[in-house]
């Protein structure tokens, strides 16, 4: 499973013109699912997420994660992200999850999200999405289960 994380000071994602989903300060994460991701690289993925340190401490370095500073978590579903892009002009999608099974484990990962933390909120799986953002930083990392 990967999340593309964003620490951001805004973001809201948009579905048919309207706001499904906004934070103020806290991180912006895109999510690709894999065909051999499960349900324990989920809960790892989420994990990481809430701990991950990269909110600064009094002397500015990063040393507080999501959690530390109760900041918002804007999960948004990306099919693209696990692409194949080795080579070629042309993404491959082969080693994405198929439809059904990326369904399923985003939405575990966000029930998780919601019995972890709060504030989160979510982009709509399928949907032609509209997503903004404020990176602070800029300050984005790859992380992978």
Same mark, same amino acid.
């Given at each position: 499973?990967?999340?593309?994380?964003?620490?951001?000071?805004?973001?809201?994602?948009?579905?048919?013109?309207?706001?499904?989903?906004?934070?103020?300060?806290?991180?912006?994460?895109?999510?690709?699912?894999?065909?051999?991701?499960?349900?324990?690289?989920?809960?790892?993925?989420?994990?990481?997420?809430?701990?991950? !340190?990269?909110? $600064?401490?009094? /002397? *500015? =370095?990063?040393?507080?994660?999501? #959690?530390?500073?109760?900041?918002?978590?804007?999960? &948004?579903?990306?099919?693209?992200?696990?692409?194949?892009?080795?080579?070629?002009?042309?993404?491959?999608?082969?080693?994405?999850?198929?439809?059904?099974?990326?369904?399923?484990?985003?939405?575990?990962?966000?029930?998780?999200?919601?019995? !972890?933390?709060? $504030?989160?909120? /979510? *982009? =709509?799986?399928?949907?032609?999405? #509209?997503?903004?953002?404020?990176?602070?930083?800029? &300050?984005?990392?790859?992380?992978?289960?």
């Amino acid at each position: 499973m990967i999340g593309l994380l964003q620490r951001v000071s805004e973001a809201a994602v948009r579905v048919d013109g309207g706001i499904i989903g906004e934070i103020g300060p806290g991180l912006l994460v895109l999510i690709g699912v894999q065909k051999d991701d499960n349900e324990q690289r989920a809960d790892r993925l989420m994990q990481r997420l809430l701990g991950y !340190r990269v909110f $600064p401490d009094g /002397a *500015g =370095r990063m040393n507080r994660s999501l #959690q530390d500073i109760g900041g918002g978590l804007l999960l &948004v579903p990306q099919f693209t992200l696990p692409a194949d892009t080795h080579k070629g002009t042309r993404p491959g999608f082969s080693t994405a999850a198929p439809p059904e099974q990326g369904r399923c484990l985003f939405h575990y990962l966000l029930e998780q999200a919601v019995i !972890r933390h709060a $504030p989160v909120a /979510a *982009g =709509r799986f399928g949907a032609d999405m #509209q997503v903004s953002l404020v990176n602070d930083g800029p &300050v984005t990392f790859w992380l992978e289960t």
